[in-house]
């Protein structure tokens, strides 16, 4: 006798479907296409169609409406066919962009709308989640107290980040803005935290680059990357930012820390002003929408640590915005600056100087991340971004030719050294207990002279000892400093 299977769970649902289904009379409006083009649909015919909600078209392709007209209404044409031409049958759905997310795309590379751009089949996703969702409300959220450690020492000593965290990056074009932000993504391997970078409008050089390095560096095991390529419609480039951070939150309300890389939010701005302009809307300063504010902020708005009862889930964000000549005081910059909790500024005049990563701590500040550093570093580094700064002020006086007392000599000295211990390469992140070690040694002098090659001598007799006697942060404060008596027992003579 044939063993007869069970009915499959996809074919119990199905009959349970058939048993419950009543036949009843349905409504549906159709409209058609008046014109296309630029990646836009001007459609008439749908009155009860409303904003952000999906179209399909005769063709199969699929619309997003993004413009509410008396006449007609204007849609974002996602994957438009070369058939959809005016006259086409247009219907509404009820419903609005989703996207497929969960650990399938972890190591993927995706467009906006999660199609595949690394030639390897669709993504399986646990679950779908819309792009543009309110962000988590206020009685979720908590407060930013663990560190995002960066790996680089500039950032973590003088600028510290916290996981939940919105942070910018700014600066002008060619001034690393990618490379730190990189940097920062590869120095999550094996610290709990799964990254997104987003990639808006670059070129396809830079985005085979950036997935390359990931690739080559086993960044891509924790990683997506969701990309919008220069030549994709504005449409495309409008949606990436929002994509990726529904990825991102997929994990967040399941407990787990991620960090989302906007790259970058000046080109967004761009692609959403074109649109804008592309439907007709009114255009504001700089040609851009008067929403353009609203644009960004509740993007970034969604980034938040989750309380304890809601998962206790991070996502920090770190949008990257291009500035002119300097000039933070450009329209998007600003709103931008005023959105996030704080900036990293980059500076052209530094990375010509050579100075690496160009940060300029007199324009860099962390709103937040100093109540999430961890307490050992947050002793340890104390008042140095302030009397670096002081340093700093000191040695443009000094330009003049004035004569200083022994105290000034001795702080412009100590400035000196901090500056060359904070010079950083690329690709070399540094960990948690290695930035505590040189805070450590700093503090306790020894380093004694500005001399480049004895400073990376000492950092890496630092490095080298702890591989061999590692250490952790929350070690007591009493096993470091006998490690780092061991280490130079002669105090600032055997440094």
Not at 190 to 205: A, D, E, N, T
Not at 287 to 301: K, M, N, V
Request: proline content about 6%; charged content about 25%; some cysteine.
């Amino acid at each position: 006798m044939d063993r007869i299977d069970p009915p499959t769970p996809r074919l119990d649902r199905v009959a349970e479907h058939v048993e419950r289904y009543r036949p009843a009379p349905r409504l549906s409006e159709q409209g058609r296409v008046l014109s296309v083009g630029d990646g836009i649909a001007w459609v008439g015919g749908l009155p009860s169609a409303a904003m952000d909600e999906l179209l399909r078209f005769g063709d199969g392709s699929q619309g997003l409406v993004f413009h509410l007209g008396r006449d007609a209404l204007g849609a974002i044409v996602l994957g438009a066919d070369a058939r959809l031409a005016a006259g086409a049958p247009v219907y509404t759905t009820g419903r609005r962009l989703e996207l497929g997310v969960g650990d399938g795309l972890l190591g993927r590379v995706v467009d906006p709308l999660g199609r595949p751009l690394d030639g390897l089949p669709a993504p399986d996703p646990d679950q779908r989640r819309e792009l543009d969702p309110l962000s988590p409300p206020l009685v979720a959220r908590d407060f930013v107290n663990r560190p995002l450690h960066s790996g680089i020492k500039i950032v973590d000593a003088l600028i510290p980040l916290g996981r939940g965290q919105r942070q910018l990056i700014i600066g002008d074009n060619g001034t690393g803005k990618s490379a730190l932000a990189l940097d920062m993504v590869l120095n999550q391997k094996g610290q709990g935290v799964l990254c997104v970078y987003v990639l808006i409008g670059q070129k396809r050089s830079a985005t085979v680059g950036v997935i390359d390095l990931l690739r080559r560096q086993g960044a891509l095991d924790y990683s997506t990357v969701v990309v919008a390529e220069g030549s994709d419609s504005p449409g495309l480039k409008y949606l990436a930012p929002f994509a990726g951070c529904a990825v991102a939150e997929h994990w967040l309300w399941r407990g787990r820390d991620t960090l989302v890389v906007y790259d970058d939010l000046s080109t967004h701005a761009r692609a959403y002003r074109e649109l804008s302009l592309l439907l007709r809307r009114p255009p504001g300063r700089e040609a851009y929408p008067g929403d353009i504010f609203y644009l960004h902020s509740r993007l970034l708005e969604r980034s938040t640590r989750l309380a304890p009862g809601h998962g206790g889930g991070s996502l920090t964000a770190l949008p990257l915005v291009e500035t002119e000549q300097g000039e933070i005081a450009a329209y998007i910059p600003t709103n931008l600056i005023s959105i996030t909790d704080g900036q990293i500024y980059l500076d052209r005049h530094l990375f010509s100087a050579g100075f690496l990563p160009a940060i300029d701590i007199t324009r860099s500040v962390s709103r937040i991340g100093g109540q999430a550093q961890h307490p050992r570093i947050k002793q340890e580094a104390g008042r140095m971004k302030l009397d670096y700064l002081q340093f700093l002020e000191l040695e443009t006086f000094t330009r003049f030719g004035s004569k200083l007392d022994a105290g000034m000599e001795d702080k412009i000295r100590k400035g000196r050294i901090l500056r060359e211990i904070l010079k950083q390469e690329r690709l070399a992140p540094v960990a948690a207990e290695s930035q505590l070690a040189w805070m450590m040694a700093y503090q306790a002098g020894l380093f004694g002279t500005p001399d480049p090659a004895a400073i990376r001598r000492t950092l890496d007799r630092l490095a080298l000892a702890l591989r061999d006697t590692p250490l952790r942060l929350d070690d007591d404060h009493t096993a470091w400093n006998r490690w780092l008596a061991n280490l130079f027992p002669g105090g600032k003579d055997s440094a």
